[in-house]
Structure formats: C-alpha cells, structure tokens
T-cell receptor, first 113, second 113 residues
Framework: GESVGLHLPTLSVQEGDNSIINCAYS??????FIWYKQESGKGPQFIID?????DKRQGQRVTVLLNKTVKHLSLQIAATQPGDSAVYFC????????????FGGGTRLMVKP | DAGVIQSPRHEVTEMGQEVTLRCKPI?????LFWYRQTMMRGLELLIY????????DSGMPEDRFSAKMPNASFSTLKIQPSEPRDSAVYFC???????????FGSGTRLTVV
C-alpha cells in the first residue's frame, strides 16, 4: 500500500567507520552544490559546498565528490561520530534559477555506538 | 552575528485564526527564503525575495498565505485563515546572493488545531 509520510533513505553505520551519502541531482546546468545537515529540532546547517569546475573538495572530516558525467554528488564523512546522526540534504543551483537552491529529499544517517 | 532569527519558535493556534511568522535575516544578506517542512512533502520553497522584492512565489500554496519584506532586516509570513493542514515547521533562510549558500533559522513549529 501507499506509505504515509516521506520515506527517507537511511544509512546506518558503526561509530568510527566512514560514511558515504549519495545524491543524484537533476539539472546538468547546475553549477553549485551544497550539502546540509539537519539535526532533530533544528534548521538545516551548511556543511560543505562545491562548484562545477571542481571534482572534489575537502573539509574537516568531510569530503564532497562531484561527478558531472552522471550527475552525482556524494558526501563522505570520515570516522563517523554519534554527533553526525542527522538528515543530510544535497542542494543544487543552476545559473538560470537566480539564487534558488533545489533540495533533494534527504538521507537519514544513524550512527551506532 | 546571531544568524537568522525566527519567531516564535512554537505556535499553537485554532483553525481559522491568523498566524504571523517573523524572520530577521543576517545583516548584509540580500536574499531571503521561506520554506515549509513536513513529513509528507519534505522541504518546500514557498517564496523567495531578492533585495526585498518577491522574485518567485510559485510555492505559496494558496491565497491564504502571504509574505512581505518591508525592509532588508525583516520579513513576515502570514496565514489567514489557518487550517490544520498548515501544521508544519516553517524555516526562513537568507543568502548573500547567487552562488552562495543559505543560512537557515531555527524554524517555527506551527500547530493548527
């Protein structure tokens, strides 16, 4: 039957392991991408961004990879911690959309101690 | 900077009443966005302002919803009359402009009974 509510893909990882969260974006003209983290009861928080002239960008414990050929974006989190448990959203901006970001549906990351 | 400030944090109101949600964007940001988040539909863009001017309001569900931005430091989202299906978390976000990420507020959880 029909599911009630938005079904979020869930990734469950052991504390200390690496996490990879994937996102397929929709518009080949998109030139700017962002990953957001949303913890329960809070607004989405900026994690890392990447522009279309790059394939990879690293932050502290996080890496974003961009594959424009297949319109795929991934977020890698090294040594995942309980505090990383949240819903993660990717967002894309295409240059004919002004300043509008289009958000993906989100992936829930659960970190097991 | 205190970030994007939204008020109230929680609002419980009776069906038919007017509800006003408030947002103070980050100083210097010239774009402001109102989003609604529900379990059923995820994160939905309602309306987007650039330099205090509404640019895209195609996401506003119906005439009961209206948004204003009288100056660069304040915006309101009004629902009149409110209905139970308007129950959601409403987020305000601001941005420096195209190619910049959004900073979200903590949201207003609206419950219409």
């Amino acid at each position: 039957g029909e599911s009630v509510g938005l079904h979020l893909p869930t990734l469950s990882v052991q504390e200390g392991d690496n996490s990879i969260i994937n996102c397929a974006y929709s518009n080949s003209a998109s030139d700017y991408f962002i990953w957001y983290k949303q913890e329960s009861g809070k607004g989405p928080q900026f994690i890392i961004d990447i522009r279309s002239n790059m394939d990879k960008r690293q932050g502290q414990r996080v890496t974003v990879l961009l594959n424009k050929t297949v319109k795929h974006l991934s977020l890698q989190i090294a040594a995942t911690q309980p505090g990383d448990s949240a819903v993660y959203f990717c967002a894309e901006n295409y240059n004919n959309a002004g300043n509008m970001l289009t958000f993906g549906g989100g992936t829930r990351l659960m970190v097991k101690p | 900077d205190a970030g994007v400030i939204q008020s109230p944090r929680h609002e419980v109101t009776e069906m038919g009443q007017e509800v006003t949600l408030r947002c103070k964007p980050i100083s210097g940001h010239n774009s402001l966005f109102w989003y609604r988040q529900t379990m059923m539909r995820g994160l939905e863009l309602l309306i987007y302002f650039n330099n205090n001017v509404p640019i895209d309001d195609s996401g506003m569900p119906e005439d009961r919803f209206s948004a204003k931005m009288p100056n660069a430091s304040f915006s309101t989202l009004k629902i009149q009359p409110s209905e139970p299906r308007d129950s959601a978390v409403y987020f305000c976000a601001s941005s420096l402009g195209q190619g910049a990420g959004y900073t979200f507020g903590s949201g207003t959880r609206l419950t219409v009974v």
